[in-house]
């Protein structure tokens, strides 16, 4: 059941205990995928919803805390492919305009959602930046990244590749967003993150981290809000 204050909550889908016949010709790692998605609650409600991707969840419990999705206000969302975080951001900005305020860029395809534009690009290419602030027409007001890397399964070699995207959403940030705005990605903690941080600390009044229910326990993964921005 959804509670209508917290949509990023949901009691009903939990415990969930669907046993996985092993199969000799699949890869106990997808076995253990398998699994995890037959027994994830959020996959089930991603589905009942019709959310793109379980990550729209991530979204909306950290919307729950931090409340910066207001109505009117501007997104650009870096990664956006397949469109889970667009559509709670559209949702939650344009309910009041009627205008689309919402642009993303992914280097995959992402699915048309209502009251967005997404581009294909690649967010590390010269031009990408100024192309996503003329379709929005406006600077934003939120810079979301949830940009991460294809995994090699080395760690630190993972960790490395995805806190470059963070730097590379950072600079985006620092370079467009308007006064008071806000900057929400993912990082991964595992030391090179610093610098990054400290970047934050220097041009937002707030740096915060946070790990949403939605995010697996077992993964790395976290993400850190900056609110407050500061023009020098
Ligand atoms: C975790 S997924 C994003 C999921 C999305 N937030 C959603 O709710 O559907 C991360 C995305 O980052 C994208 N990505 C990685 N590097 C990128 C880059 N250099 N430029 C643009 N997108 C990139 C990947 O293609 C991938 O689709």
Redesign the pocket.
């Known amino acids: 059941m959804t509670d209508q204050n917290n949509p990023g909550s949901f009691g009903s889908a939990r415990g969930l205990s669907q046993k996985i016949k092993k199969d000799k010709k699949r890869k106990s790692s997808s076995t253990r995928w398998i699994g995890r998605q037959l027994n994830d609650p959020y996959v089930l409600e991603t589905q009942k919803r019709g ?6 969840f ?2 909306l419990q950290i919307d729950e805390k931090y409340k910066f999705l207001i109505p009117g206000r501007s997104v650009v ?12 951001a559209s949702q939650k900005v344009n309910s009041l305009v009627g205008r689309e305020k919402v642009v993303g ?4 395809p ?1 699915d048309d959602i209502a009251g967005c534009v997404s581009i294909l ?5 010269a031009n ?1 930046g100024d192309e996503l602030i003329k379709i929005l027409g406006c600077k934003p007001d939120i810079v ?7 995994t090699t399964g080395h760690r630190q070699t993972d960790h490395i590749r995805t806190t470059y ?1 963070l730097e ?1 959403a950072l600079d985006f940030a620092i370079e467009n967003l308007n006064k008071n705005g806000v900057f929400l990605a ?1 990082c991964f903690k595992g030391g090179t993150e610093i610098d990054s941080l400290s970047l934050m600390k220097k041009h937002f009044s707030r740096v915060n981290h946070i790990k949403p229910d939605a995010s697996r326990k077992e993964s790395v993964e976290g993400y850190v809000i900056a609110t407050g921005f500061n023009i020098e």
């Open positions: 959310y793109k991707s379980r990550a729209a991530k979204l969302d870096l990664g956006c492919a397949p469109g889970g975080w667009l559509q709670i860029v992914d280097l995959l992402t690009g690649d967010i590390t290419d990408i979301l990244s949830d940009m991460a890397a294809n995207l590379v993912k």
